[in-house]
C-alpha cells in the first residue's frame, strides 16, 4: 500500500493506493482479507466504519447454527446432495450453490483451526443437528455467538498477518471507470470515496482509495428498517453500489421474526420453548392484556404454537393457517403496527392457556412439547424457572444488558433480521460491476427458503472464492493519482460537492434522527412481512419526497454531513428495494419465504382478523426464477431471468488435474 496525495477541483485530498480494499470488518470481509494473503496477495487493507460494529459481531441466537455438509454419524451426504438443497430453496443459482456445498468443509475446518470452538465428539466427528428447511443434520454451533467467536478468530488472523486496518470510514462512493464503447456491464470499479465522520475539517474530512478490486462485505441493508434485530450500528452500505450500476437480486426476499427490541436478540430455541406469556399493553404500560387468547380457543393450540416458535421463528406465511405458529407473528404485528400497542414476553408467569390461577398443567401440552421440555429437566411451574433449568445462559444474556427476566418483562417486535437477496453476482462472486466482489450477506446468494445457518457458510465460501478469483486474475496495480483523477475525477468532486455544498446558507436544517426513523418506519409497515401493491406505492411516493427533502438539507458539522450522506444512500437502497417489491406484486407474485402480501382473492388465517392478512400462496413459476434490478440516474429498471442450474462437471481426475494446474477455472466465467 503507498500513501499519497490527489487534486480534485484544486484542492488535494489524502490518497491511499492498493491492490485489494476490503470494506467491511464482518466475518466475510476478514476471511476474504485473509484469504487474500493466504493466496499470495498480500498488497491489501481493510477500511470499516468500526471494528466491532457489524452483525456478526454483535447478533447470534439460542444457539447460533452454522450449516455444513454432514461430519458425524451414518447418515449419508454429498456435496451435490447439500447443493440440491440450497437450490430447492427456490431463485437459487445451482454454481452458487455448488460452491457453497464444496467448500463447506474447508471453510469450516479453516474456522475451528483458528480457534471457533465448534464440539465434537470422542472420536473428533464434529457433531449436528437439522434446522429449518435441513432435511440432514447439517447444522453445528458455537453457542449462541458463534458469529461474534468467528469475528474474534479472524482478528487475530487479521493481527497476525499484519494487514492494515482504516477504522471509522464510511464508504460514500465507489469509483467507476466505464470503457469507452462499452455498455453498462463494462462498467468496472477504481477505488472508492470515504468520509471521516468525526473530522471536523471540511478537506481532510475525505479520503481517496484507489484499488484494483473492491470486497465489498458491507453487510445487510439493515438501516431501512425501523423494528430491526440488527445491531443499531450496523446500516448496511448498498446505496453507493446501486448509484455505481451493481445490480440487485431477489430484494424481495428478506427473513423476519420475533425479537426483543430494547436489546436486540432473536427470539428462538428455548426463549419460545419454555412457553412465555404473551401480553400487550398501551403505549403507557397500561391495558395490559394476553392478546393471543381471542385467536386460540383451544388452549393445547396455543401452547403448542409458541412451543413451535423455538424452532420455526421465522415468519413463515404458510404457517399462518389451522392456528400454526407464524398466526403469532402476525397477531404481534397487528397490536405494534396496527395497533400502534406494545407486546411484551413475560417469563415470570404462565399463559393463562396453561392452567388456572397462574398454574402450570403439563397435561395441556401436546407430546412433543411434553416430551421435550420433560427430556430437557424443564417441567418447572413457570416460564423462568424452566429457562433457568434449560438455557440459563439465555438468562444471563438479558442480565447482562440490563435486563432482568426474573422481574420484568421483555419487549418485542416483529423485527428484520436477514437479507436473503442482495447484490448479483457469478459463480466468483463478482458483480456485474467488474472488480467489485459482494462477499456475506451483501451477496444476494440465497433464495426464498434458506436453511439455518447457510448465511454463515455463504459468507466465507464467498470470501474465499473472491480472494482466490483476484489472486488469480486480477492483480493490476491501483491507478496512480494522475490517471484516478482523469478518470474519476468528476465523479470524485461530485460527491464531495454535495457534501460542502450543504454547509452553505439559506439550506433548511434537518432533524436527521427524525428523518431516519421515517425512514424505517416507512419501510417496517410497507416493505418487511405485511405487504401490498397500495402500501408501497404510497411508501415509494413517500420516499421520493423524502429524497428531495434530503438534497437540499442543510448541515452544521461533520457528523451531520456524514449522516446526510447516510440517509441519501438508504433512501436509495429503500428505493430500489421497494421497487422490486413492487414488480414482484404486479407481476402476479404471491406470498412466500418471509412475507405475506395481500390478495384480495385470497383467505385469511382466521375470519376475525383484519383484511390486510387475506393472501394466497401459489408460486406461479417465481421460484424458478430470479429478479434482478438496476438503478440509473434515479429510475430502475427490473428484468427476470431462469436461475442457473446446478453445474454438471466432468471430474474425470485427470482432467481436473490438468485445468487446475493451468488454471482454466478462472478464464471461465
Known amino acids: 500500500m503507498k500513501q499519497d496525495t490527489i487534486r480534485i477541483a484544486g484542492r488535494e485530498y489524502e490518497l491511499y493506493r492498493v491492490q485489494t480494499l476490503v470494506v467491511g470488518s464482518g466475518a466475510a470481509g476478514l476471511n476474504a482479507a485473509v484469504s487474500l494473503v493466504k493466496e499470495g ?46 437450490f430447492d430453496g427456490q431463485s437459487v443459482d445451482g454454481d452458487l450453490a455448488l460452491a457453497e456445498a464444496s467448500l463447506s468443509l474447508r471453510c469450516f475446518y479453516h474456522l475451528v483451526d483458528i480457534g471457533v470452538p465448534f464440539p465434537c465428539n470422542g472420536n473428533g466427528e464434529y457433531v449436528g443437528y437439522k434446522t429449518d428447511h435441513d432435511p440432514n443434520a447439517r447444522g453445528t454451533s458455537a453457542g449462541p455467538l458463534t458469529s461474534k467467536f468467528m469475528t474474534e478468530a479472524l482478528w487475530r488472523e487479521v493481527e497476525h498477518y499484519r494487514i492494515p486496518v482504516f477504522d471509522g470510514y464510511q ?44 470486497v465489498y462485505a458491507t453487510g445487510g441493508e439493515a438501516g431501512m428498517y425501523d423494528t430491526s434485530v440488527y445491531p443499531t450500528a450496523q446500516t448496511g452500505g448498498m446505496g453507493p453500489a446501486f448509484r455505481a450500476g451493481a445490480r440487485g437480486k431477489n430484494l424481495t426476499e428478506s427473513q423476519y421474526g420475533i425479537a426483543s427490541i430494547q436489546f436486540r436478540w432473536n427470539l428462538s430455541g428455548t426463549y419460545q420453548q419454555v412457553i412465555p406469556r404473551y401480553v ?18 383451544n388452549p393445547c393450540d396455543l401452547l403448542y404454537a409458541i412451543f413451535l416458535k423455538g424452532y420455526q421463528w421465522p415468519f413463515d406465511p404458510r404457517k399462518t393457517t389451522n392456528h400454526g405458529s407464524s398466526l403469532i407473528d402476525l397477531l404481534v404485528y397487528q397490536e405494534t403496527v396496527i395497533r400502534k400497542r406494545r407486546v411484551f414476553l413475560d417469563y415470570r408467569r404462565n399463559p393463562s392457556a396453561a392452567g388456572k390461577n397462574g398454574g402450570f398443567v403439563a397435561e395441556r401440552l401436546c407430546q412433543e412439547a411434553y416430551d421435550y421440555l420433560k427430556n430437557s429437566d424443564g417441567l418447572w411451574e413457570t416460564p423462568i424457572l424452566r429457562l433457568e433449568h434449560m438455557n440459563p445462559a439465555a438468562i444471563e444474556l438479558y442480565r447482562s444488558h440490563g435486563i432482568d427476566l426474573y422481574t420484568e418483562m421483555l419487549e418485542v ?22 472488480h467489485l466482489f459482494p462477499v456475506g450477506e451483501v451477496n444476494g446468494s440465497h433464495g426464498v427458503y434458506r436453511p439455518g445457518g447457510t448465511a454463515l457458510n455463504a459468507g466465507q465460501v464467498g470470501s474465499l472464492r473472491a480472494a482466490q478469483y483476484i489472486a488469480n ?11 484516478l483523477a482523469r478518470v474519476c475525477g468528476a465523479q470524485i468532486a461530485g460527491a464531495i460537492d454535495f457534501g460542502l455544498a450543504a454547509f452553505l446558507g439559506n439550506r433548511e436544517e434537518l432533524d436527521f434522527e427524525e428523518e431516519r426513523k421515517k425512514l424505517g418506519v416507512r419501510m417496517s409497515e ?26 437540499k438539507a442543510g448541515v452544521r458539522s461533520g457528523k451531520e454531513s456524514a449522516c446526510r450522506y447516510r440517509l441519501r444512500d438508504l433512501l436509495v437502497s429503500q428505493q430500489v428495494y421497494l ?23 385470497g383467505r385469511k388465517p382466521l375470519r376475525n382478523l383484519p383484511e390486510c392478512f387475506r393472501f394466497s400462496v401459489e408460486d406461479r413459476g417465481f421460484g424458478t426464477q430470479i429478479q434482478e434490478i438496476a438503478y440509473e440516474n434515479g429510475s430502475t429498471i427490473c428484468s427476470w431471468r431462469p436461475v442457473r442450474t446446478i453445474p454438471e462437471e466432468d471430474n474425470w481426475f485427470e482432467k481436473v488435474w490438468r485445468d487446475w494446474r493451468e488454471g482454466t477455472y478462472y478464464h471461465a466465467c
Open 41 to 86: 496477495q498480500p498488497d491489501l487493507a481493510i477500511l470499516t466504519e468500526g471494528k466491532w460494529l457489524g452483525t456478526s459481531h454483535n447478533t447470534g441466537s439460542d444457539k447460533q447454527t452454522y450449516y455444513k455438509q454432514t461430519t458425524c454419524g451414518r447418515e449419508p451426504d454429498s456435496v451435490r446432495r447439500m447443493a440440491q438443497v440450497l
Open 171 to 214: 464508504v460514500i462512493e465507489l469509483l467507476t471507470e466505464q470503457p469507452e464503447g462499452d455498455l453498462a456491464d463494462g462498467r468496472r470499479v477504481r477505488g472508492v470515496l470515504a468520509i471521516r465522520p468525526g473530522e471536523e475539517d471540511r478537506v481532510r474530512q475525505y479520503v481517496v482509495f484507489a484499488a484494483d478490486n473492491v
Open 473 to 483: 486474475r486480477y492483480t493490476e496495480e491501483p491507478m496512480d493519482a494522475e490517471t
Open 526 to 551: 410497507n416493505g418487511a412481512n405485511i405487504r401490498s401493491a397500495e402500501g408501497v406505492e404510497r411508501a415509494l411516493a413517500e420516499n421520493r419526497r423524502q429524497q428531495d427533502r434530503i438534497e
Open 280 to 297: 400487550s399493553t398501551e403505549a403507557d404500560g397500561s391495558d395490559e392484556r394476553e392478546f393471543l387468547d381471542e385467536y386460540f380457543k
Open 579 to 601: 421497487e422490486a417489491i413492487a414488480d414482484y406484486i404486479q407481476r402476479g407474485g404471491t406470498s412466500r419465504g418471509s412475507y405475506l402480501v395481500y390478495d384480495p382473492k
Open 413 to 434: 417486535a416483529v423485527c428484520a433480521q436477514h437479507n436473503n437477496g442482495g447484490l448479483a453476482g457469478n459463480q466468483w462472486w463478482e458483480s456485474n460491476l467488474r
